[in-house]
């Protein structure tokens, strides 16, 4: 970087650390130096975001939407220095002045504003976008409080509000002006106009204001700068006179002004399991009516073309079926508001909506009670029940094969409406998010439709953004990558697959060697601050970091954990290479069994970590609140990337990429992508393990698995058990005991037990291999060199190649 422009920074800097904040440099703290920082950051985007949009508008492309309840976007200060180019000066500069480049950039708040991985997917999707200049934008919510932070007090998890919007967010712009009425509830009356059409007009609505917030999405390094639009529910005054005028009725109206602004409140903390509060359903149609609206909106004004050519310019692919209500939304404009007929609205709607599933799993499809939608949606429930009536109808005279199929197919069925349904029948694509996905899609899950429609279903896996992941988050890894194969990886992911030629290099793979040894000193380092525990560096880092959840089973892990405990007070002198098992979690406030696993999981850490007997062979650390940003610490340093979900129940899974790409070993079931990591790396390079999703089907349907067997037959589940029953870890009586009874009374929903012995085994080998470093390392970047496929910039080319059908600016 030529010294002038460090030069310029800095005097920048330091002016306007003066006119901002009235301060000089030497009395600056972080944060200041954090606010400066991200000012003349935005003076950067800010331009280019302008000349962006007018391009876009100019060239009359076609736009992607991608409307999503959730966005995970973490913190953006260092990102968007990257991706501007800036990130070397910054963290010159930020060093020649005394600051720690990442304590500053630390103090942003993470924008926690999604759950886990489908939220963290959108965050990965925008990026790629702006990166490969794409015309995309993102619809949200702006939640004041995202997703709870986690304290881990007495091994228990506490949630405490996540206030994320304290201290000013620096990346949001709020657009007043483009604000749009939203209506709920009310009486909808029904005429016959002159023409024999029907007419609808409602009354008595309840309005709330959804007022954009636009964060700028910042492509790298090519100047293009997308939108990702954020709805904020404040209450809507019809009659500004009549506020001056009843202005204190206004003011008093606190409970009204309050309940509006809960719809945009919070986020709802359960990933993917379904509870039907009517809050919830309130804040899918406001995300729905707003970024519908809107579109059509800019539609209009822009491309000067009749509605009826929508499709031709406006794609909408909603992130799982929480934003489905935007086909009887934009149904109910097309006919309500701009006069087309039923036939033509259908139509233009099912031309322009896709929709991507998430999971198979049935409790976490989404169904809302219909006297729940009629009151408070009563026109979206009137066309919702209207489109099922012409679906049933078209299969009963067209698809005789699939009559008796009638009762599973239905939207409105059982008093319910099934949002998956809604959004098969009402979109041109529906794609799963890793090929074993979306087989049992369409052979399992969703067969009847497959078979009604196999033309719309699409595989699309996952990927995660390399240049956060691995960039970003691991400059000495990209540094060393960059040092031997050159940069081109950077825009071309797949370019890693040349460091195979080196993977048997010797000098090479210590230099890999020790930047892993480095970013272990570091985490260890962390781990040290945050909870005391002295953990050594040499022994192996074995991570599991995800949200809790009984399929994704963290209980097998720490299960391991006690046979290998059990084992060492047996013989102190067992010869076993010291492990550091890492843990991050946070459990659904709701979800009892998780939270349970939590405080297990702490509860063997406080016996492992202090008893001197096991001389440090073993440490278990959980680190509280899991986010982007402890993602971004842990994932350096991991040497086990653990991927153990029940086979079947992981549609794709994104960790498994981040930390493959890092150079971690996947220790995994053959389940979501770990099958497609395993078909690029074969299983010498990776721990595969456990039942397949073919047996974990067959014993669902057919039964045949008996957990107590095992428990009989195995001494070492049973002692593992038995002490969970007996107390043994807990300081009263009945504590585990319910981890305990789900396995023998209610059959071990999940295959703990029956995936336990080659899981043990799995973890023999990953030692053995483990002792000889050089065929580790080898594994090591073997891992990295294919890891190419799972960037989403390949994700978002297949999106825009088989769904989107988009140019490039
Ligand atoms: C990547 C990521 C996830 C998803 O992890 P999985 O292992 O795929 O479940 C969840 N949360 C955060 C913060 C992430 O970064």
């Not at 604000?179 to 609808?200: P, Q, T, W, Y």
């Not at 278990?620 to 040497?639: G, H, R, T, W």
Request: with cysteine; glycine share 4%.
């Amino acid at each position: 970087m030529p010294q002038l422009t460090r030069d310029l920074w800095k005097e920048k800097i330091i002016s306007k650390l003066k006119s901002d904040k009235g301060k000089e440099l030497e009395d600056a703290s972080n944060k200041d130096i954090y606010d400066i920082i991200s000012s003349m950051v935005n003076e950067e985007i800010m331009p280019q975001w302008v000349a962006t949009q007018k391009k876009y508008k100019e060239e009359n492309c076609k736009q992607v939407y991608y409307v999503s309840m959730e966005f995970l976007i973490g913190s953006l200060l260092e990102s968007n220095l990257l991706n501007c180019g800036m990130l070397q000066i910054s963290n010159e500069v930020l060093e020649s002045i005394g600051k720690n480049p990442q304590e500053v950039y630390s103090q942003e708040h993470d924008a926690g504003l999604g759950n886990g991985g489908l939220g963290r997917l959108a965050a990965c999707f925008m990026d790629s976008l702006a990166s490969l200049s794409y015309p995309g934008h993102g619809f949200g919510i702006r939640y004041r409080y995202g997703l709870f932070e986690q304290r881990i007090i007495h091994g228990n998890q506490i949630e405490l509000p996540d206030y994320w919007l304290k201290d000013n967010y620096a990346w949001e712009t709020r657009k007043e002006e483009e604000a749009i009425c939203i209506h709920f509830r009310g009486d909808v009356h029904m005429f016959r106009k002159n023409d024999g059409n029907l007419e609808f007009k409602y009354e008595n609505t309840d309005k709330v204001l959804a007022v954009p917030y636009d964060v700028p999405i910042v492509g790298f390094q090519n100047q293009v700068v997308n939108t990702l639009r954020l709805w904020s529910a404040e209450p809507y005054y019809e009659d500004k006179d009549n506020v001056y005028r009843e202005g204190s009725k206004y003011y008093h109206d606190l409970d009204h002004k309050h309940s509006i602004e809960q719809i945009s409140g919070f986020l709802y903390p359960d990933d993917s399991n379904h509870e039907g509060k009517e809050l919830r359903l309130k804040q899918q149609y406001f995300l729905v009516s707003s970024s519908i609206q809107n579109i059509i909106h800019h539609f209009k004004k822009n491309y000067k073309l009749p509605l009826k050519r929508l499709p031709e310019k406006v794609v909408i692919q909603i992130n799982d079926t929480h934003p489905s209500l935007i086909i009887p939304e934009l149904m109910r404009i097309l006919m309500d508001e701009e006069n087309f007929s039923w036939n033509n609205a259908w139509e233009i709607t099912t031309n322009v909506i896709a929709y991507t599933n998430h999971t198979i799993m049935s409790e976490a499809l989404e169904t809302w009670p219909t006297s729940m939608m009629q009151e408070l949606l009563p026109r979206i429930y009137m066309i919702i029940n209207e489109i099922n009536e012409r679906f049933c109808k078209g299969i009963w005279f067209d698809h005789e094969e699939l009559r008796n199929q009638i009762p599973n197919m239905a939207i409105i069925a059982d008093n319910y409406v099934h949002m998956a349904r809604l959004a098969i029948v009402g979109s041109f694509s529906i794609n799963g998010v890793a090929r074993i996905h979306t087989e049992i899609l369409k052979k399992q899950e969703m067969k009847i439709f497959y078979q009604l429609y196999p033309e719309r279903f699409n595989n699309k896996t996952n990927g995660i953004n390399h240049r956060r992941w691995l960039l970003q988050v691991n400059p000495k890894l990209a540094g060393l990558i960059t040092d031997v194969i050159g940069p081109q990886w950077i825009q071309r992911p797949k370019q890693l697959i040349s460091l195979l030629k080196y993977s048997k290099d010797s000098s090479l793979l210590e230099r890999f060697d020790t930047v892993k040894s480095e970013n272990k000193q570091r985490l260890a380092n962390y781990i040290y601050e945050q909870t005391g525990v002295l953990v050594d560096h040499h022994s192996i880092f074995d991570v599991q970091i995800k949200r809790l959840h009984e399929y994704k089973r963290q209980l097998l892990n720490i299960f391991h954990v006690l046979y290998l405990y059990n084992e060492l007070k047996e013989n102190p002198n067992l010869n076993m290479v010291p492990r550091t098992f890492i843990f991050a979690a946070k459990a659904a406030p709701s979800y009892h069994l998780a939270k349970e696993i939590i405080k297990l999981i702490n509860k063997v850490a406080s016996i492992v970590n202090y008893d001197t007997t096991i001389q440090n062979k073993l440490k278990v650390i959980f680190l509280e609140n899991y986010n982007v940003s402890l993602a971004e610490k842990i994932i350096p340093a991991a040497d086990i990337s653990e991927q153990i979900s029940t086979a079947s129940k992981e549609a794709s899974g994104t960790g498994n990429m981040k930390m493959m790409m890092n150079g971690a070993l996947t220790v995994g079931t053959l389940d979501g992508a770990n099958i497609e990591i395993r078909d690029l790396v074969g299983e010498r390079n990776m721990f595969i393990f456990g039942l397949t999703a073919d047996e974990v089907l067959n014993y669902y349907q057919n039964g045949g698995y008996r957990a107590i067997d095992i428990y009989n037959t195995d001494d070492r589940v049973k002692r593992i058990l038995d002490q969970l029953n007996q107390g043994e870890f807990g300081s009263h009586e009945i504590e585990f005991k319910d981890i305990y009874y789900n396995i023998l009374y209610h059959n071990d929903p999940y295959f703990v037990l029956k995936d336990f012995e080659p899981y043990i085994e799995t973890h023999e080998l990953v030692e053995q291999a483990y002792r000889d470093k050089l065929t580790w390392l080898n594994m090591s970047v073997t891992n990295i060199a294919y890891s190419g496929k799972f960037s989403s910039d390949r994700t978002i080319q297949e999106y825009v190649a088989e769904i989107w059908k988009l140019k490039k600016l």
